[in-house]
């Protein structure tokens, strides 16, 4: 692959293709799960799932708001109306913050649970035959603390952006 003239503060040339390729790998294997599960029985699309997951995990099945978003990647009103359409299917439900009356949170219902258990099975055939499948060796491993450093770099300012940043 030829590819553009990358300027000096961006990426090297292999971060750029490794940059390609994670994107291609995504929308591949996410495309193909999703498509899987919307056509099981009973239908749990993949980003109710990516909720549900969120919130089993969490302590008392239960996120703010606001961490749920961080969670799922999604955006506040995007998050809204997807936590409408989970509570109206009755797999979670929103309970107020009593330390802030502004905040909610989200809580795994026994039917949510209950969801994430009966597609589980499917799901993870999506990931082994979708993704796990093509890596071989350690690569997994390795694959997983680099993409985990990615995401922990959200929670820090960059450099380009953060306090210490100086217009120029």
Do not use: C
């Amino acid at each position: 692959m030829s590819i553009p003239r990358i300027p000096p503060d961006g990426p090297s040339p292999d971060g750029f293709l490794a940059w390609r390729a994670f994107l291609r790998a995504h929308a591949a294997a996410v495309g193909r799960i999703e498509r899987e599960m919307a056509a099981s029985e009973p239908e749990l699309p993949l980003t109710w799932y990516d909720v549900l997951v969120a919130l089993v995990g969490a302590t008392e099945r239960r996120l703010r708001l606001r961490e749920l978003a961080n969670e799922v990647l999604l955006s506040r009103s995007g998050l809204t109306r997807l936590v409408d359409r989970l509570e109206t299917a009755g797999l979670l439900r929103r309970e107020p913050d009593p330390t802030d009356r502004r905040g909610a949170f989200a809580v795994l219902t026994d039917a949510g649970y209950e969801a994430l258990r009966r597609t589980w099975p499917l799901y993870a055939r999506g990931i082994q035959e979708q993704f796990a499948r093509h890596l071989e060796g350690d690569e997994a491993a390795i694959l997983a603390r680099a993409l985990q450093r990615v995401a922990d770099a959200r929670e820090r300012p960059s450099p380009s952006n953060g306090p210490e940043a100086r217009e120029t």
